[in-house]
């Protein structure tokens, strides 16, 4: 899986992009997960990126992923098993990208209040 990387843009996915995942069980969620107990929030984040075949990724899919952890359990540092499978689940399935008008934006050239 590639690595996370930050960035204020994120590209648009691929017109299918995350549909293969939309549908998988929790159970196959939780058997893509790296072994342990617990799954560490950076983890979390770079499956969904995976899965929605983000190149860059931004505030708005931070937010979209802590909204899906919420759902469950308050955001940490890790989470156990089941919960981070069901917050990637929501995530990935309830996803509908950045508002591109907003991420794309130059901060030099956009409207300001003032």
Not at 68 to 90: E, G, H, L, Q
């Amino acid at each position: 899986m590639p690595p996370l990387i930050r960035s204020a843009r994120t590209a648009p996915p691929p017109p299918s992009g995350g549909s293969r995942y939309r549908n998988l069980t929790e159970d196959q969620i939780d058997a893509m997960l790296p072994p342990g107990d617990l799954v560490k929030h950076f983890v979390l984040r770079a499956v969904i990126q995976h899965m929605l075949s983000l190149i860059e990724v931004c505030d708005f899919f931070d937010d979209h992923i802590a909204a899906s952890v919420t759902a469950f359990t308050p955001v940490a540092d890790r989470y156990p098993r089941a919960v981070a499978a069901k917050a990637i689940r929501r995530a990935v399935g309830t996803w509908q990208g950045c508002p591109e008008a907003l991420c794309r934006a130059d901060p030099d050239t956009a409207d300001r209040d003032g």
